[in-house]
Nanobody, 120 residues
Framework: QVQLVESGGGLVQPGGSLRLSCAAS???????????MGWYRQAPGSQRDLVAR???????DYADSVKGRFTISRDNAKNTVYLQMDILKPEDTAIYYC???????????WGKGTLVTVSS
């Protein structure tokens, strides 16, 4: 059973930084490197939207609203994906979810989310 556990959320002032982590477990050894990993977020009353994702080749794409401020990365040896968030804005406040898609894309796995609050 694949499990994703996010960490690193919290309260931060506008202009500050946070680093989210997502650790994957329950996957076949060595297979994490061929997955596509992503971060999504959902604000109250809104739908869940893509923030950033990274492919098995390390290529990444971002939502326009976070380009230049957020950076997604992965450590395949640790089965972990990160989201470095800089120059945070109040509109970045949301629950951030980690997503794993194995090769083939027939299934999706989700973490339970971590809350990020940007407020003074």
């Amino acid at each position: 059973q694949v499990q994703l556990v996010e960490s690193g959320g919290g309260l931060v002032q506008p202009g500050g930084s946070l680093r989210l982590s997502c650790a994957a477990s329950g996957i076949i050894s060595g297979s994490f490197r061929v997955t596509r990993m992503g971060w999504y977020r959902q604000a109250p009353g809104s739908q869940r939207d893509l923030v950033a994702r990274i492919g098995s080749d390390g290529s990444a794409d971002y939502a326009d609203s976070v380009k230049g401020r957020f950076t997604i990365s992965r450590d395949n040896a640790k089965n972990t994906v990160y989201l470095q968030m800089d120059i945070l804005k109040p509109e970045d406040t949301a629950i951030y979810y980690c997503n794993l898609v194995p090769p083939g894309g027939l299934v999706n796995y989700w973490g339970k989310g971590t809350l990020v609050t940007v407020s003074s």
